[in-house]
């Protein structure tokens, strides 16, 4: 498929997207949304694929915010509407996703961009990196379901004064806080991550997606996250890689996962 917003490279099992609007400081469009929806389903459907990294075009900007001008002539519903899709075909579909998806934040990651990491399994920021929530100076809030994922990543007193000041903050801060993993220069942005991502590779295929799983329960209202361990530690016992894993241990060998 052929993108206009995103750039799409696959090395050995990594599918690398960088969103690349670069004069726009790679602000989500609408357009943008969609191929990330259609980029992402491909790479979870495609077997040959074990994760994602996602990035931004350049050296300023992950992801600087959604792009303004399309909210100008919105209503309430289309408000509305515009949020719930975006979570549930973008942010919600990378956070469930079956495969790990690491974000590597190149710059300004604000408003949608750093919805868009929080949404990633895993965070990874170069150490220029700035990240903020700053809607309510455009008289809103965030809506690709920031208010509940910074709340989670580091607290309800700290995600108060982050989203209603609108303040940025820079990379080592947001490390302290647990926002991000890890911080390297931007030289060693990519590298982090692509060594983070092949250690996670090395593993189990299936596990690796029971464990997205359950940690994702344990978040979600209605959900019993204690069950969905239990569950989801049973149904590994009915997989090839649980065989491969216990065998390879007792024998003291390297496993050989194939996802089955």
Same mark, same amino acid.
């Given at each position: 498929?052929?993108?206009?917003?995103?750039?799409i490279?696959t090395?050995?099992r990594?599918?690398?997207?960088t969103i690349?609007?670069?004069?726009?400081l790679?602000a989500?469009?609408?357009?943008t949304?969609e191929?990330?929806y259609?980029?992402l389903?491909?790479?979870f459907?495609?077997r040959?694929?074990g994760g994602?990294i996602i990035t931004g075009?350049?050296?300023?900007?992950?992801?600087?915010g959604?792009d303004i001008s399309?909210?100008?002539e919105?209503n309430?519903?289309? &408000?509305? $509407?515009? %949020?719930?899709?975006?979570?549930?075909? !973008?942010?919600?579909l990378?956070?469930?996703g079956p495969? =790990?998806? *690491?974000?590597?934040?190149?710059?300004?990651?604000?408003?949608? &961009?750093? $919805?868009l %990491?929080?949404a990633c399994h895993i965070? !990874?920021?170069?150490?220029?990196?700035r990240?903020?929530? =700053?809607? *309510?100076?455009?008289?809103l809030i965030?809506?690709?379901g920031?208010?509940?994922r910074l709340?989670?990543?580091?607290?309800?007193g700290k995600a108060?004064e982050l989203?209603?000041?609108?303040d940025m903050?820079?990379?080592?801060?947001?490390?302290?806080?647990?926002l991000?993993?890890?911080?390297v220069?931007?030289?060693q942005l990519?590298?982090?991550a692509e060594e983070i991502l092949?250690?996670?590779l090395a593993?189990a295929?299936l596990a690796?997606?029971?464990g997205?799983?359950?940690i994702?329960a344990s978040?979600?209202?209605g959900i019993?996250?204690?069950?969905?361990?239990?569950s989801?530690f049973?149904k590994c016992?009915?997989?090839d890689?649980?065989?491969?894993?216990v065998?390879a241990?007792?024998?003291k060998?390297?496993?050989l996962f194939?996802g089955?």
């Amino acid at each position: 498929m052929n993108y206009e917003n995103l750039l799409i490279e696959t090395k050995e099992r990594i599918c690398y997207i960088t969103i690349n609007r670069e004069s726009k400081l790679n602000a989500l469009n609408e357009s943008t949304l969609e191929e990330l929806y259609n980029a992402l389903s491909d790479c979870f459907y495609d077997r040959s694929i074990g994760g994602v990294i996602i990035t931004g075009a350049g050296q300023k900007a992950f992801v600087a915010g959604a792009d303004i001008s399309e909210f100008a002539e919105l209503n309430v519903e289309q &408000g509305m $509407e515009l %949020a719930r899709h975006g979570q549930k075909y !973008v942010f919600n579909l990378i956070e469930n996703g079956p495969k =790990p998806v *690491v974000a590597a934040i190149n710059g300004f990651a604000l408003g949608g &961009g750093l $919805e868009l %990491a929080m949404a990633c399994h895993i965070r !990874v920021a170069s150490d220029n990196a700035r990240v903020g929530q =700053p809607e *309510v100076t455009l008289g809103l809030i965030p809506g690709y379901g920031g208010t509940q994922r910074l709340t989670q990543l580091i607290g309800k007193g700290k995600a108060m004064e982050l989203i209603l000041t609108a303040d940025m903050i820079n990379a080592a801060e947001a490390l302290q806080l647990g926002l991000v993993n890890h911080v390297v220069t931007p030289e060693q942005l990519l590298p982090k991550a692509e060594e983070i991502l092949n250690k996670i590779l090395a593993k189990a295929p299936l596990a690796v997606a029971a464990g997205i799983k359950a940690i994702n329960a344990s978040l979600t209202d209605g959900i019993n996250g204690y069950e969905t361990e239990i569950s989801e530690f049973g149904k590994c016992f009915g997989t090839d890689d649980l065989k491969e894993g216990v065998d390879a241990f007792l024998n003291k060998r390297k496993p050989l996962f194939k996802g089955r």
